[in-house]
């Protein structure tokens, strides 16, 4: 009788094998969904202060502190990073990884979003997609000089991050600071 059911099972075995592989064949994967838009939840001000203010701070920081100098608990008090030997993210690595965040920051500017008075950010327009790809290059020579750990160099690269930061201001956010019309489309 073992012998019957040994040979019984032996016998339905590759069907039901069969069978499964038939029934997943007959299935097509559906394809994926194209990945949704990215949504913006802050408004310009909100996102450049979250951002790119805080990591420019800390390059900027390096034309007058040594992240590893004697100075460097008293450098960057407003910025994302303190300078202590306690904190493996301050120093140069600190440095380092806010030029590295400055050159990850273009999707987000490039997100459709509104400025903090209500009108759409100029996300479309051709001078703030190149001021945004100024501000990767800027991010771009900044790391670079904080792999060296120089601040001469350091001096260099905050001036090349002020001209790309300089480059959007000057259009978009200092254009009449009295009547709140940052952030406003320039007339062609």
């Known amino acids: 009788m073992k012998t019957n059911t040994l040979r019984g099972l032996v016998m339905t075995l590759p069907f039901l094998f069969l069978g499964c592989g038939t029934a997943e064949q007959s299935t097509a ?12 939840r802050m408004n310009l001000l909100q996102l450049m202060r979250a951002f790119p203010f805080p990591h420019s701070n ?8 040594d992240p590893v100098g004697p100075e460097k608990l008293q450098s960057m008090a407003f910025s994302v990073y303190r300078y202590n030997d306690s904190d493996a993210y301050a120093g140069w690595t600190g440095v380092e ?10 999707p987000l500017l490039l ?3 509104l400025c903090s008075n209500g009108n759409p950010a100029p996300v479309d327009r051709e001078d703030w997609k190149a001021a945004v790809q100024g501000l990767v290059e800027a991010g771009e020579v900044a790391y670079k000089a904080a792999l060296t750990k120089n601040l001469d160099t350091m001096v260099d690269a905050s001036g ?29």
């Open 111 to 113: 997100t459709p979003r």
């Open 97 to 106: 990884n806010s030029a590295l965040a400055l050159t990850e920051i273009a």
């Open 29 to 40: 994967a559906a394809p994926d969904p194209p990945p949704a838009a990215p949504k913006a």
């Open 160 to 188: 090349t991050l002020a001209g790309a930061c300089s480059a959007c201001h000057d259009v978009y956010r200092d254009v009449d600071l009295t009547g709140g019309q940052r952030c406003s489309i320039p007339k062609s």
């Open 58 to 65: 800390v390059v900027f920081d390096t034309q007058g502190k």
